[in-house]
């Protein structure tokens, strides 16, 4: 009994020493380099714990850090766990009941504003029911298998003993805890890619379904360049540009895309907030990925920290942002071209009206846009908008 306490008041001293400066990923790991005294399944426990309390948001603020923890663990768990089976075990007949029961369990009250904060500011597509209770459970893993390996990587995988299931044609997915860097080869065989980014991918389709002649693509935010390698896979003989904001993160793609296969792309460092700062001489290119810095707010079901740590000012910093970004970046389509907006963010103002501002303020039409829901897979949830630069005509 006394280790569950230990864990308990582990847990316990950790959120509450967390001052959301860095992700709690970070915060954690740095936390157990100092303190020596846990072992592995140690240190298991008492992360899920806080990663529980998380989960939940600001649903049980009214209870102390504790108690939070453990009722936060009652809600988030499917299955008997040992903490509750020794300190609550008078909750283990309901840990397949409803989030509804298991708050009623708890003494409070359910509603669909109880978990996610900012409910009244998602996209119109949203099943906001759904959507709150999905930060509850964890995502899955989902992997991309690359042409041309699809035999190799099942083989891989079930020589291995890794279970994994496919949800469609070249779309595994797997266990969170699944160790799989010392069994495939990531980035050459397979991408570690969430299902709704890699849906993204049916956009391109779109180009090339109607046959459109895609030659040059440009990814304006690269980032860590799953958009790029998503794109190279499925447009194929395509001329490659990479820009960002930071030159660390240019160094880390080039290492990426030689892994990848891609050997033939320019890359160079770009501030696209501001349009006086950027002078670009290369090809105006037929396809601009546009896939914007923003709040982040689809993925934190892997990020539940930011339940609590997001502040609603912020989503009107990050559209300001992401209308300068596409402003700059689309004066250098030429007429005709394409742009593919893309964010992993369920707020409307980072989504919709970033569409409609293309729309009406740069000379956009609309071919697709969709919020690709992850929370009906244990995914991330993706918004995405494939548009055509209008042609003038007198």
């Given at each position: ?288 990925l546009a896939d914007v810095p923003c709040s982040g707010s689809g993925t934190w079901g892997r990020t539940p920290e930011q339940l609590t740590c997001f502040q609603s000012e912020q989503i009107d910093r990050y559209a300001l942002l992401q209308k300068k970004i596409v402003s700059t970046a689309s004066s250098f389509i030429k007429p005709g071209g394409y742009l593919l907006y893309s964010t992993c963010s369920v707020?409307?103002?980072e989504n919709e009206e970033v569409v409609s501002y293309l729309e009406d303020s740069l000379g956009f039409e609309v071919l697709h846009k969709e919020l690709y829901k992850g929370f009906e897979w244990r995914a991330d949830s993706l918004f995405g908008a494939l548009l055509r630069k209008r042609v003038e005509t007198n």
């Amino acid at each position: 009994m006394s280790r569950f306490h230990s864990y308990l008041q582990s847990a316990a001293a950790i959120v509450s020493s967390y001052t959301c400066e860095e992700p709690f990923s970070s915060y954690i790991k740095q936390y157990f380099s100092r303190y020596k005294k846990f072992g592995s399944n140690d240190r298991k426990t008492i992360t899920h714990l806080c990663y529980c309390y998380f989960r939940t948001g600001r649903s049980l603020d009214v209870l102390s850090v504790e108690d939070r923890i453990l009722s936060a663990l009652f809600l988030c768990q499917q299955t008997s766990h040992p903490v509750l089976r020794a300190l609550k075990p008078q909750w283990e007949e309901a840990i397949h009941a409803s989030p509804v029961v298991k708050f009623e369990q708890i003494g409070l009250t359910y509603s669909e504003k109880t978990i996610f904060p900012f409910p009244d500011r998602l996209s119109c597509e949203t099943d906001r029911a759904l959507f709150e209770i999905s930060h509850l459970i964890q995502p899955d893993l989902f992997l991309r298998i690359r042409p041309g390996k699809t035999d190799q990587v099942r083989s891989d995988l079930h020589r291995a003993g890794i279970m994994f299931r496919e949800l469609e044609k070249q779309v595994l997915v797997l266990s969170n805890s699944s160790k799989i860097d010392s069994v495939l080869a990531i980035d050459q065989d397979v991408v570690v890619q969430d299902y709704s980014s890699q849906r993204i991918g049916s956009l391109l389709q779109l180009l090339i379904d109607r046959a459109v002649p895609i030659n040059h693509v440009w990814d304006c935010c690269a980032a860590s360049g799953g958009k790029s390698i998503l794109a190279y896979d499925k447009l194929k003989d395509i001329h490659l540009t990479v820009s960002d904001i930071r030159s660390s993160i240019l160094v880390n793609l080039d290492k990426r895309f030689k892994l990848a296969g891609i050997k033939k792309y320019h890359a160079f460092v770009a501030d696209l907030s501001n349009e006086n700062a950027i002078d670009l001489s290369f090809t105006k290119p037929d396809l601009i990925l546009a896939d914007v810095p923003c709040s982040g707010s689809g993925t934190w079901g892997r990020t539940p920290e930011q339940l609590t740590c997001f502040q609603s000012e912020q989503i009107d910093r990050y559209a300001l942002l992401q209308k300068k970004i596409v402003s700059t970046a689309s004066s250098f389509i030429k007429p005709g071209g394409y742009l593919l907006y893309s964010t992993c963010s369920v707020f409307q103002k980072e989504n919709e009206e970033v569409v409609s501002y293309l729309e009406d303020s740069l000379g956009f039409e609309v071919l697709h846009k969709e919020l690709y829901k992850g929370f009906e897979w244990r995914a991330d949830s993706l918004f995405g908008a494939l548009l055509r630069k209008r042609v003038e005509t007198n």
